[in-house]
C-alpha cells in the first residue's frame, strides 16, 4: 500500500470538512505542525511518525499475518490399576468434560488402550496433562497422560 502523505494544510482543509475532532486525530497521529514550529514534535509527531522537511507525514500500512499456534492432544492411557470412576473425575476436572462426554472417553480409553481427552495449544496441554498426572499420583494412581502434536 502507497504512503499516506498529509501536510499541515491538508490537515487544516480536513478540518474545514469534517470538524475540529478529525482535525485532532490527523495532528496527533501525523505530527502536522508549520514549519516555524520548533517544538520536539515538529520532525517527530506526537506519537513518533516521522514527518519529512516539508511538514509531512508518512504513513505506511504493513499486514502481517498471523498464524494459528499448532494445536496438541492430550492423550490419557488405559492401565489395569486406574479406576474408571477415578478417569471421569479426572476429565470432569481437569478438562471440564460434561459427564457424559468424560463417560464416553473413559470407556474409549478402556476399550482401545488410549483417548483423547482434548485438544489445545502446546502449553495449555502440557499444564492438563501435569495436572491429571499430578492428582493421580496423589491418589497413587500410574494415569498416564501424554501430549502429541494434532
Do not use: W
Not at 46 to 65: F, H, P, R, W, Y
Not at 85 to 111: C, G, K, P, T, W
Not at 135 to 140: L, T, V
Amino acid at each position: 500500500m502507497a504512503p499516506l502523505l498529509i501536510s499541515h494544510k491538508k490537515a487544516q482543509e480536513t478540518r474545514k470538512v469534517f470538524g475540529l475532532a478529525s482535525y485532532v486525530i490527523i495532528v496527533l497521529l501525523c505530527g502536522c505542525s508549520k514549519s516555524s514550529d520548533k517544538s520536539p514534535h515538529s520532525k517527530y509527531g506526537i506519537l513518533g511518525l516521522q514527518t519529512d522537511m516539508n511538514d509531512e507525514a508518512v504513513i505506511t500500512e504493513s499486514k502481517q499475518e498471523v498464524k494459528k499456534p499448532p494445536l496438541y492432544k492430550v492423550v490419557l492411557h488405559n492401565d489395569d490399576y486406574t479406576t474408571m470412576e477415578f478417569v471421569v473425575f479426572i476429565l470432569r476436572d481437569v478438562f471440564n468434560r460434561s459427564e457424559i462426554d468424560a463417560i464416553r472417553i473413559m470407556l474409549h480409553v478402556h476399550i482401545r488402550g488410549a483417548g483423547i481427552a482434548g485438544v489445545y495449544t502446546y502449553e495449555v496441554a502440557e499444564t492438563k496433562a501435569a495436572k491429571a498426572t499430578e492428582r493421580a499420583r496423589a491418589q497413587e494412581f500410574p494415569l498416564l497422560c501424554t501430549v502429541e502434536q494434532e
